[in-house]
T-cell receptor, first 111, second 113 residues
């Protein structure tokens, strides 16, 4: 069964450093998403992406965040200058249309 | 108007019992209502979803009931099993690709022997 994969599973970084979180969406899906989940809290939408453009972004997705589809398989989330409050689980999701399927997540710890 | 409210926050059910989790939404533009199951350290897994043209959808032991006029929907887990112990999130969105899911706050379900 096709699934969304994410790397790394855990990333530790120092405040102010840049991180890139990587995702491989399900191969025939056209829509891609990033969500985050702070420990013990609900899942929050960050951004959606279609046809090499951002479709929608939340107020969390400020100028320090960017997304890219550098090739035909990967979808990345870059945080330019990490803050302590960026510590969370980051989930990539993809969809052919409405139904979104999530990856296992990357736990980002900012120290 | 974008919120999805979920209750209860936690739930303990005996093996074989019925687990019921409730959600309410505000945005009448929402027309897709999925439930996700999340185990510790894992990503949310799509469990079952409903659209407002039906009032109920059943898949195995899992049933969604939908009340459009009340803007509420609920998940029923029949014959609950210890393996169902997980966090359950309701969500809502508009139909179509690229639309964000708005999640509820989650319900931690524990099924005891």
């Amino acid at each position: 069964e096709p699934e969304v994969t994410q790397t790394p599973s855990h990333q530790v970084t120092q405040m102010g450093q840049e991180v890139i979180l990587r995702c491989v969406p399900i191969s025939n899906h056209l829509y891609f998403y990033w969500y985050r989940q702070i420990l013990g809290q609900k899942v929050e939408f960050l951004v959606s992406f279609y046809n090499n453009e951002i479709s929608e972004k939340s107020e969390i997705f400020d100028d320090q965040f960017s997304v890219e589809r550098p090739d035909g398989s990967n979808f990345t989330l870059k945080i330019r200058s990490t803050k302590l409050e960026d510590s969370a689980m980051y989930f990539c999701a993809s969809s052919a249309l409405t139904e979104q399927y999530f990856g296992p997540g990357t736990r980002l710890t900012v120290t | 108007q974008q919120q999805v409210k979920q209750s209860p926050q936690s739930l303990i059910v005996q093996k074989g019992g019925i687990s019921i989790i409730n959600c309410a939404y505000e945005n009448t533009a929402f027309d897709y209502f999925p439930w996700y199951q999340q185990f510790p350290g894992k990503g949310p897994a799509l469990l079952i979803a409903i659209r407002p043209d039906v009032s109920e959808k059943k898949e195995g032991r899992f049933t969604i009931s939908f009340n459009k006029s009340a803007k509420q929907f609920s998940l029923h887990i029949m014959d609950s099993q210890p393996g169902d112990s997980a966090t359950y999130f309701c969500a809502a969105s508009k139909t179509g690709g690229g639309n964000k899911l708005t999640f509820g706050t989650g319900t931690q379900l524990k099924v005891e022997l």
